[in-house]
């Protein structure tokens, strides 16, 4: 599943580590969600787009 999390992340000047820490996961999951190499749970992913105040939808784009 493609992904906008490192844009997002990037347009608030955010690092991984930022991110990581408002959404209570490790560093390298961020990495791994930004990579497509993990494809979030979906309570996580429901977490992210409420924090970039986002549709779900908008933050995860199907392939």
Known sequence: ??????????ERDWS???LAE????SR???NA??????DPSL?????IADL???AIEEV???D
Request: overall charge positive; glycine content about 2%; aromatic content about 10%.
């Open 16 to 18: 991984q580590a930022d």
């Open 1 to 10: 599943m493609k992904n906008r999390l490192k844009v997002l992340r990037a």
């Open 28 to 30: 390298q999951s961020i």
């Open 52 to 54: 970039f105040d986002m």
């Open 43 to 47: 309570p996580l992913a429901f977490k």
């Open 60 to 62: 995860f784009l199907n």
């Open 33 to 38: 969600i930004e990579t497509g190499k993990y």
């Open 22 to 25: 408002r959404l209570a996961v």
